[in-house]
Nanobody, 116 residues
Framework: QVQLVESGGGLVQPGGSLRLSCAASSSIFSFNRMGWFRQAPGKQRELVADITNGGSTNYADSVKGRFTISRDNGRNTVYLQMNILTPEDTAVYYC??????????WGQGTQVTVSS
């Protein structure tokens, strides 16, 4: 069973930065796509950013230019660098991984709160 463990969430002031990490229990080469989703209270879970096995990235319009997704294959870890955070970025952030076979895995989530 694949495990995805997120870390790096917390409380930050508007304009601040955080870096989220998602460590996988198996080689991330086995996933064709890994990404970050978020869910704010009362809202649906939405894609924030994802990255393919080949390194191609995709971002939600609301985070373009502020967030950067990256992967470290040697550490089996995917990162989300979040800059210029706003209160609208407050949500639980979930790591997601999809295998070529179609299997999908989720992490347990990490809370990000942007508030003064």
């Amino acid at each position: 069973q694949v495990q995805l463990v997120e870390s790096g969430g917390g409380l930050v002031q508007p304009g601040g930065s955080l870096r989220l990490s998602c460590a996988a229990s198996s080689s991330i080469f086995s996933f064709n796509r890994m990404g970050w989703f978020r869910q704010a209270p009362g809202k649906q879970r939405e894609l924030v950013a994802d990255i393919t096995n080949g390194g191609s990235t995709n971002y939600a319009d609301s985070v373009k230019g502020r967030f950067t997704i990256s992967r470290d294959n040697g550490r089996n870890t995917v990162y989300l660098q979040m800059n210029i955070l706003t209160p609208e970025d407050t949500a639980v952030y979930y790591c997601n991984a999809k295998r070529f076979s179609g299997s999908v895995y989720w992490g347990q989530g990490t809370q990000v709160t942007v508030s003064s």
